[in-house]
């Protein structure tokens, strides 16, 4: 059974750091092309980050181009995605996904960034 469980996330100063983790259960990361997500109440989830299987396509939303770094470790079947920089803005629940994602998702992670 496919299991997502994001975790990292917290209250963070204007300018912080932090770095999201997603443990994959049920498939192999290298099988699937996956995304990070984020969502604020009353708003869609939109896509953040984006990593082919193979590695030789990355590519972000221009809203955290150049601050976000989304990554993978085969090994522990994990994905992350490293926030610098970090703006108010940027505070929401964060998920991982598998592409497509299907019907299971994980319960998210909070990012709060305060000013």
């Known amino acids: 059974q496919v299991q997502l469980v994001e975790s990292g996330g917290g209250l963070v100063q204007s300018g912080g750091s932090l770095r999201l983790s997603c443990e994959v259960s049920?498939?192999?990361?290298?099988?699937?092309?996956m995304r990070w997500y984020r969502q604020v109440p009353g708003k869609p989830r939109d896509v953040i980050a984006f990593?082919?299987?193979?590695?030789?396509?990355?590519n972000y939303a221009d809203s955290v181009k150049g601050r976000f770094t989304i990554s993978r470790d085969d090994a522990k079947n994990m994905v992350y995605l490293e926030m610098n920089n970090l703006r108010p803005e940027d505070t929401a629940r964060y998920y991982c996904?598998?592409?497509?994602?299907?019907?299971?998702w994980g319960q998210g992670t909070q990012v709060t960034v305060s000013s």
């Open positions: 996904n598998r592409v497509p994602p299907g019907t299971n």
């Open positions: 049920g498939f192999d990361v290298r099988e699937f092309p």
């Open positions: 990593m082919s299987k193979s590695l030789k396509e990355i």
